[in-house]
């Protein structure tokens, strides 16, 4: 069975700007990062805090194809950025996350923004700035929303996805 690769809550949706909290699950490395148009846009296929409109269009689609990003990608999104990048020091923590996770659930349900608050005061994480081409695509997502991606950067060499230095 596949394991999550990240965990991502709503921070703050404002017209057509989105601000995602991404959290690496440690299934790979602890400070892996995605920061690319086409994980966002995958993460609208899968999750249930982006259960809209954007992402009933893109039900029967193939978001994690290559060719079909560069055709469509700009249809939905225009950028993302890191705008900040939280506990980047905290790397070494790795080998105790699955430890503190087993001691948070029995205090917080796993998949809530407080679960997820816990984990922050700790452990590597970063914000994503996404802009989208329509506030239209942001209806129905709320603020705290919290799930669970499977996704990666399909696409890498996206030119309109940056990361912060």
């Known amino acids: 069975m596949a394991s999550a690769t990240y ?3 709503v921070q703050k949706i404002n017209g057509k700007e989105l601000t995602l909290r991404i ?3 440690g299934a790979g490395d602890i400070s892996d990062m995605v920061l690319s148009r086409s994980f966002v846009l995958y993460c609208f296929t899968e999750q249930t805090w982006a259960n809209n409109g954007l992402s009933k269009i893109l039900d029967d689609q193939n978001c994690a194809e290559e060719q079909w990003l560069k055709e469509n990608l700009d249809l939905y999104i225009e950028s993302t950025k890191v705008i900040q990048y939280y506990h980047k020091d905290n790397q070494s923590k790795v080998g105790l996350m699955f430890e503190y996770l087993e001691e948070i659930e029995d205090k917080f349900e796993s998949e809530t923004i407080e679960f997820e608050r816990e984990l922050y005061k700790q452990f590597p994480h ?7 081409t329509d506030a239209k695509w942001l209806e ?12 990666y950067d399909f696409w890498y060499e996206d030119p309109k996805s940056n990361m912060v230095e």
């Open 140 to 151: 129905g997502i709320k603020v705290d929303a919290v799930g669970e991606s499977y996704g």
């Open 7 to 9: 965990v991502i809550s």
């Open 126 to 132: 970063y914000d994503l700035e996404v802009i989208m």
């Open 23 to 25: 959290r690496s699950t």
